[in-house]
């Protein structure tokens, strides 16, 4: 049985296109594969030295008590941060910077020591905790800087926790809470 000329060309183009649909198919089960086993880590380094999508993200100067920026974490202005103050709803991992005047919450301690809580994670996935070591006069102005990411599993999560108290024990019968600001995982 002779095989001729045309039936070795229809041959060799049906096992060509066989060959582009496999690398094709391969090609996009792999791109997708990755894209969502892809996790967003947040470059510390990068976040601190950002352009800045918004003005007010990039300004220690606040209208308000408080700022909470969010990083964006896709496409050209990755790592730009913006401003997600009055956001409710917040994606797992995504990278958040927040900075609080004390001055500016209404506080009966005079002077008082401060501690802020958040559940976002730190460099090393824990949550934050900061406290005073030192007495603040409550007309001092004093800004407060934190840096993390959203937790990927709790629901609601607290976004920022502030407290006052009257001495450094930190006791919880004389904690005063000027802000409990909680938020909510976005569920895709």
Do not use: W
């Amino acid at each position: 049985m002779d095989i001729t000329i045309k039936q070795k060309k229809l041959i060799f183009i049906i096992l060509g296109l066989a060959l582009l649909i496999f690398i094709f198919v391969f090609g996009i089960s792999t791109y997708y594969k990755e894209r969502n086993d892809q996790e967003v880590h947040l470059d510390y380094e990068m976040m601190e030295t950002a352009k800045v999508e918004s003005n007010l993200c990039s300004s220690d100067e606040l209208e308000n008590q408080y700022r909470v920026c969010c990083a964006i974490e896709e496409g050209v202005k990755k790592g730009l941060l913006y401003d997600c103050t009055s956001q409710e709803y917040f994606k797992p991992g995504q990278g958040i910077y927040i900075v609080f005047d004390a001055s500016r919450f209404d506080i009966s301690y005079d002077p008082y020591f401060l501690r802020a809580y958040s559940d976002l994670n730190d460099e090393e996935n824990k949550y934050i905790l900061y406290e005073t070591d030192v007495a603040i006069d409550k007309e001092e102005i004093f800004l407060i800087k934190i840096l993390g990411t959203i937790p990927k599993e709790d629901e609601p999560f607290i976004l920022l926790r502030l407290s006052t108290y009257p001495d450094d024990a930190f006791d919880g019968k004389d904690e005063q809470v000027i802000l409990n600001r909680e938020a909510k995982i976005f569920k895709e």
